[in-house]
């Protein structure tokens, strides 16, 4: 089919004993924000290096835009754009400069190339400040001139690695925004995050631990899909309050007294509550934790989030969290 | 022409960049100037002033003279006195002088002896090998130099010492007539040399250094994403230094005529086509390095690494002639060696490039194979 844009079959990397990536399927369709999440270390970055031809993978094979990599990496390079996780362009350059010169190595004609930068300075708000040195930029700034500069040559597929991660949440905001835009424009994008709210927004996601993938799918599919229930129990009964005990040491020990049952699969405090996931084995996940309990209280189920899906399906949370 | 615009647009940002590093861009300048300055009067192999001391045992007049004629060849200038030979010997040992001239007691009934033997030579030439030395010399013999300037003054004419004009000294066996550098000056062999240290130690540096700084900062990773043909990069890397190159070329080439009155006997254009051709080897020998190291700490330490060579091996210091055959075969494989031998050929001797095929070849050759090696290493990967 032509709409899928990156496919891969048991695509691994492995670094001496470590399997930095295992066997990773991916079918990417055309004009979607794809993300990658998951923990620092999970396989991200390697995955994405690996799409862009500049690590081979171990084993497994590996198309994008219709080439076949490693081989034909140098033939994707004017068609994709990439956003390091580190900012790579260069700190003693200005605004203007960066892009002129990431233009001039893309072989934009000099009229199309000025129209383009112009173009590109209304979109991330960069014109003020185009004679500024890049080195002296905010976060956000730095950011969008990366944006900028990787979808200078107008690539068909885009690849952000953790694009977010020195952004404040206000910026964050605008970026997807961005995103959406070059989404709507027919462009694929890629992206790696460690954020729950950034990929609830990605049209299909993949969850890796290990180097695995754990999950795949939507986000709502996820969410259907987890064979979880999510049940959040009121702390802090009036007593305890009347006594001035703070509900905190009684939650603590709730959720530990909790993750001693095998269906719990995880316990989280969020404020006065605490959320627990109980595995969808069980039939009324509420009266079978309540006749779990010493003593009454409110419960109530809740909707879902992609967080409770991270955490049901690596399970890595357990007892942490 | 699309390569040549990307080669354009690296050799843009690599001047800029340069241009704002207001150190560097101030060092690519003071480097050539201070140094050639400095080592222009500072290295000199004519020994002068030595300080010596002085133990007169003759008790004539005739001591003091002969310790004056010695003065007078400005070789030793005496700066003390000891009663006795032990007093002198740890004066030595001290450091407080290099040499000792030791006069002895029967001083005068030996330099009668000479004085014979200098009129009767060329008629009795075995009375005058039989004469006794009229004195001696106790010398820090540690350094080689020194005891040859010593040694020199053993053929002194002693002729001042007598009131008469003597007839002049004994016959040479051979007439010298120094070619190049009549007047013997250091600088004159110094400064053709320094060109080549200099530009090893800034060229060398300068392309082994920024590559990495690109991997270091992370710019390389963005940049094997875009179309950039290693070789483009290369050359983008180069070609801006080969200016910075020519400018220190005219400092020094500039310095060492008007300063030290260095003759530049050769024509400029040859001049100029020989150390571009050491510039580009200079600076590929940068490249090579910058491909194996993986920080701009383990850049510098390679680039001193060869540095040192150069500067020792290459016959800037001493004459290549001089080193047993192993240590030769090293200075061969430095590029520094092709070109203080080319440079000094061309500036002093007005060597044209037909003399000097077999450097120019070399440098050629190894500026060649040596980019063809840095951009197939330089592979476009991570891995």
Sequence with gaps: MNDIVIETRGMSRHFGDLKAVDQLDLSITKGSIYGFLGPNGCGKSTSIRMLTGLLSPTEGDIRVLGETLPKNADKLRQRIGYMTQKFSLY??????????????????????????????????????????????LSGGQRQRLALAAATLHDPD??????????VDPENRREFW??????????????????????????????????????????PQELMAQMGVNVVEIEGGTVGAAARGASGGEDLRQLKSQLLQLPAVLSAAQLGTRLRVLVSSDIDAPRSYLQQLLPQQRSMELARPSLEDVFVSCTGGRRGIA | MGSLNRIIALLVKELKQLSRDRVTFGMIVVIPLVQLLLFGYAINTDVRHLPAGLVDHSGSSYGRNLAQTVEATQ??????????????????????????????????????????????????????????????????GSDTLITAAVNGLRSMPLNELFEQSAPTS?????????????????????????LAIILTMTMVMFTATSLVREREQGNIEFLITTPVHPMELMLGKIVPYVFVGLVQTCIV???????FSVPINGGLGTVFAVTLLFIMAS?????????????????????????????????????????????????????????VRTIRGVVLRDAGLLDLTFDIVWLSAFALIGMVIAALRFKKRLD
């Excluded at chain 2, 080439?253 to 008007?258: D, G, K, N, P």
């Design chain 2, 283 to 339: 600076l590929v020998l940068g490249l090579l390095i910058s491909t194996r190291a993986q920080t701009q700490m383990q850049a510098m330490q390679m680039t001193f690494f060869l540095l040192l060579p150069s500067i020792l091996l290459s016959g800037f210091m001493f004459p290549y002639e001089g080193m047993p055959r192993a240590a030769q075969w090293i200075a061969e494989a430095l590029p520094a060696t092709h070109f």
């Design chain 1, 177 to 218: 925004e961005r995103l959406f835009d070059l989404c709507g424009e027919g462009k694929t994008i890629l992206v790696s995050t460690h954020y729950m709210d950034e990929a609830e927004r990605c049209h299909g996601l993949a969850i890796l631990e290990n180097g695995a993938k754990r999950a795949d799918g939507s």
């Design chain 1, 157 to 166: 597929l885009l690849f952000l690695d953790e694009p977010t991660s020195a």
């Design chain 2, 170 to 194: 004994a016959p040479q066996v051979f007439a010298v007539l120094p070619y190049f550098n009549p007047e013997q000056r250091s600088v004159v062999n110094t400064a053709p040399g320094l």
């Design chain 2, 253 to 259: 080439l500039a310095l060492s005529y008007w300063v």
């Design chain 1, 91 to 136: 700190q003693d350059l200005s605004i203007e400069e960066n892009l002129q010169f990431v233009g001039r190595i893309y072989n934009l004609s000099a009229k199309h190339l000025k129209r383009r930068i112009d173009e590109l300075y209304s979109l991330y708000d960069l014109r003020e400040r185009r004679k500024q040195f890049a080195g002296t």
């Design chain 2, 75 to 140: 070789v030793v200038t005496f700066v003390a006195r000891y009663d006795n030979v032990y007093e002198a010997e740890q004066a030595i040992t001290r450091g407080d002088v290099r040499a000792v001239m030791v006069v002895p007691r029967d001083f005068s009934s030996r330099l009668v002896e000479y004085s014979s033997a200098q009129n009767s030579s060329g008629i009795s030439q075995p009375e005058a090998l039989l004469a006794r030395p009229v004195a001696q010399w106790l010398v820090d």
